[in-house]
Structure formats: structure tokens, C-alpha cells
């Protein structure tokens, strides 16, 4: 029982200490993908990632992120904003994830009649 509490206390001590880093990131790059952007992110902050292949070579399009003393959220929200890519901090590693694509509305297909002669 000792241990699991030890455990606990360790992984939420990796996981604050993430959020309380500041990190100065600079990024410019172009018909990227998630790979390409995180490794990156890795160089300049130490952040460790997690993904499956298939969310690594998602593409990312053009990436322009200027971060001076930002917290994990400043770098990575606007990073993965509106690129059906979700994140998560677990005991200090980001894990990607791919975000199920919100419901579409119903919509009736078109009525068409066909007239016999």
C-alpha cells in the first residue's frame, strides 16, 4: 500500500513539474508533421513524447510558434489546435492521441422522383 502511494506521489511530481517549467520555443516549419514538430519541441525543451506511427505522420501543415517562458500548454496548444490531435500529460511524457472527429449533423439526403413515361 506504501508503494502505490509512492508511486502516486511520484508520478503527480513528474507531471506538475512539466506544468511549472517555462520553456522558450521557437519553431518554423513547413509542411510538417507531428513527428517533425515534436522532435523539434524535443530539442529545444527536453519534453518527451509519446505516439502511435499513424499519429506521427499526420500532417501539420505550416507551423509558426514563437513561446518566450510559456508553459507546456502555451507550446502545445496552439501546436495541435484544430489538428484533430489531443494531448495529455502522463507521469511527465506527453502522450498524442488522435481526437475523434466531432458528430456531423444529420443531414437528409436530396429526394429526387423519377417520373415513367
Known sequence: MLM??????FTLSAAEELYAQHYNVTLSLRNTTVKEAVDAVTRQTGIAFSYESSVGV??????????????????????????????????????LTRQNPPPQPYQAAPFYSVLSV
Request: hydrophobic share 55%.
Open 4 to 9: 502505490l502511494l509512492l508511486c502516486n506521489v
Open 58 to 95: 499526420m500532417p501539420l501543415g505550416n507551423v509558426e510558434i514563437r513561446v518566450d517562458g510559456g508553459a507546456v500548454d502555451a507550446v502545445l496548444g496552439p501546436l495541435f489546435a484544430d489538428k484533430g490531435i489531443a494531448w495529455q500529460v502522463v507521469d511527465g511524457v506527453v502522450i
